[in-house]
């Protein structure tokens, strides 16, 4: 879990790195600013993969293309050798320089090629143009409020509400749905001027203009599958120890939180059948 923020159309350093204060809790680990061009980009890291090497905002190899992302990307081991392929140096060992290299590669289409959980945002200097993309089930948060020309963006609502012109006007609809349901749906929030990114959609800012499409949908099958109750338990616990195994991936220690119920226990099931290696630990 990290925290991004940013303003696009302004240039602000005291300001954004104000914002990224405000969600310290979610990266301990350190922090990065960009401010230039007429964007501000901050980060505050979680450290999970390449530790000591992934330090945000990444850049492309000729600084045309930077990133600050939270979430982590099972598949980049997979999709590193096919961006060498085509060409891009790698600087670092971590999952978040992929997506540089394929909006380089794909621009927006990038997206599709992720298998992960994800908010990033993507400055193309060249362009002057921020995307903002939120993963498919929208698992990673991701913030945004227009003000003017303005583009502000974070990981959660609090550093928003630090940028002049963001009123804390509350929405008295999103507040009837919250005491109903105990959650506001999105895009609304609390806040009349901040809005949820959708999950599966992607905001683009170019010379003050912002558009916000969907880029991915659920697709169910019109036709029922017939399978029985042995071949069913068979294909679930091949998807189940996938999904854990690339949940594993990881350069720190890992924990798993037990609530005692059915689904923790199985998510549990698969790495304590097969725990990972202990590292030994150099004796002096």
């Excluded at 099972?74 to 600087?91: A, D, I, M, S, T």
């Excluded at 919250?178 to 992607?202: D, E, F, I, M, N």
Aim: hydrophobic residues 40%; contains cysteine; neutral net charge.
């Amino acid at each position: 879990m990290c925290g991004i923020v940013g303003l696009a159309g302004v240039e602000d350093g005291a300001l954004v790195r104000r914002m990224a204060a405000s969600v310290a809790h979610r990266g301990p680990d350190g922090e990065g600013f960009f401010v230039g061009d007429g964007v501000s980009m901050g980060v505050r890291r979680l450290a999970i993969i390449d530790v000591p090497g992934s330090d945000q905002p990444i850049a492309s190899e000729d600084g045309g293309v930077l990133t600050v992302f939270n979430g982590e990307i099972y598949n980049y081991r997979e999709l590193r050798p096919l961006l060498e392929k085509r060409g891009h140096g790698f600087r670092t060992a971590g999952d978040t320089e992929t997506v540089v290299h394929l909006y380089e590669e794909y621009s927006d289409a990038g997206v599709h090629l992720l298998r992960g959980m994800f908010a990033y945002a993507i400055w193309d200097r060249r362009r002057r143009r921020l995307l903002l993309v939120r993963d498919r089930l929208g698992i990673k948060p991701l913030y945004y409020a227009e003000i003017g020309r303005t583009l502000a963006f974070a990981s959660e609502l609090a550093p928003l509400l630090a940028v002049p012109g963001v009123t804390r006007t509350l929405d008295p609809d999103a507040l009837a749905q919250y005491l109903t349901l105990q959650y506001v749906p999105g895009p609304a929030t609390l806040v009349r001027s901040v809005h949820k990114l959708p999950p599966g959609h992607c905001l683009a800012w170019e010379d003050g203009r912002v558009e916000v499409r969907r880029y991915w949908d659920l697709v169910l099958d019109a036709g029922e599958r017939r399978l029985d109750a042995g071949a069913t338990a068979v294909e679930l616990r091949a998807l189940l120890e996938e999904s854990v195994a690339l949940h594993r991936i990881s350069d720190v220690p890992l924990g798993v939180l037990l609530s005692g119920g059915l689904d923790s226990a199985a998510v549990t099931a698969p790495p304590a059948a097969h725990p990972r290696p202990r590292r030994r630990r150099n004796r002096r």
